[in-house]
């Protein structure tokens, strides 16, 4: 096991895996920027080093400074969150090239799946059933009409560096498809440094399903089930579900089974999330995250497993603790991801938090760095916490979320939680009956 582990990273997710390296009896580093000297994760770590001022670039991306923080207290692994470093392959090469053990995959793994292009290949090798579309880059109009008259209209168009839902374009008709690829690569030239694109068909209405994995480095692997992220405003996810209400068990085992596999296939190692758009019954690729996900509690929720501690076991070389057979799937879970951010705007809301209290009992979990007296930082993301809340059924667990929602009190500054009180609410919700784009549609709605 490793003899210290340093967090690259705030918030939530920093504390989540100090929690994580506490269990296990790991001393941990938290590295911090001078904005968040009173954070959580700098208060409960065992030693914390300052790493710059507050602009994400010159601290908690700042490869350098991290580095020498490891040197400085002796931390012999590093656990990267998620954003920030945690799908940086450059990053995981300068550690292994300085002995510090990455907690996650191989360079070359995050490498390949960071390219969406060279993603979809090594998905369709491995058996992932993927997106009709082009099998590689499209770079002129006359062989994006050929695929795109091949695969049907609408397509849409996808930037091979793409991230965050940016850099996509969909055409309607083969008149608007010079146009939609043009502006594509333009975008994608802008916004990654890197113009190649490609097409796939447009799914009109489908759900987000992906798979929770988890590789031991050496050919094995198992999968976790699926979350539903299909709640999405602008592709960032606000509520997640596990198991998807859309699914039965053959073919949430297929699915799996299909994941598993292919992690196996690539000797992929540590946690991983395949992502699926779900229409009409199939499920088609769309990437994989390198990673552990923002919403991986649900999952730890409906089995049981602790992700970030199989995470440190497999870096570390021990192995999984778990067998696909010990793998079990008991109740329903849902995520609200609270944003410091007005309720029907969205606009940031950073601040000081006068008076918090958050909700608990049974089947209540809240993954949160902030207390009363905290001030939000303006300069990062403005997720400051989730609520995971699970029941023996959906309906236990829809009225276990009603009840815990009604708990959690943040005063002095504006959060999401009252759009979660609606959302709870809702016949569609409560039916499960919901896609990708069920959550714009209805805030279109509430502001008409
Ligand atoms: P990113 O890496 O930017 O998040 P993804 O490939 O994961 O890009 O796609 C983000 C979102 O864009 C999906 O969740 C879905 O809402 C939409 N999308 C992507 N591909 C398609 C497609 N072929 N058809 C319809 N919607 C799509």
Known sequence: MFNKVLIANRGEIALRVLRACK??????????????????????ADESVCIGPPASKDSYL???EILAACEITGADAIHPGYGFLSENAKF???????????????AEHIRTMGDKIEAKVTAKRLGIPVVPGSDGGVSDPAEAKRVAAEIGYPVIIKAAAGGGGRGMKVAENEASLTHALQTAQSEAGAAFGDSSVYIEKYLGKPRHIEVQVMGDGKGGGIHLGERDCSLQRRHQKVWEEANSP??????REKIGEICANAIKGMGYSGAGTIEFLYEGGEFYFIEMNTRLQVEHPITEAITGIDLV????????GAGLSVTQQDVTFSGHAIECRINAEHPDT????PGRISYYHPPGGLGVRVDSGVYQGYSIPPYYDSLIGKL?????????CLMRLRRALDEFVVDGIETTLPLFRDLVQNKDIQDGNYDIHWLEHYLADKRA
Do not use: K, Y
């Open 309 to 316: 501690n199989e995470q440190i076991r497999v870096a570390s």
């Open 388 to 396: 995971i809340v699970h029941g023996r059924n959906r309906i236990e």
């Open 23 to 44: 269990e296990l009896g790991i001393p941990t580093v938290a590295v911090h920027s001078t904005a968040d000297e009173h954070a959580m994760h700098v208060r409960l």
């Open 92 to 106: 995981a090469e300068i550690l292994e090239a300085h002995d510090i053990t990455f907690i996650g995959p191989s």
């Open 346 to 349: 969205f606009v940031p809301s």
């Open 62 to 64: 700042n490869m350098h």
């Open 246 to 251: 859309a699914l039965n068990t053959s073919q």
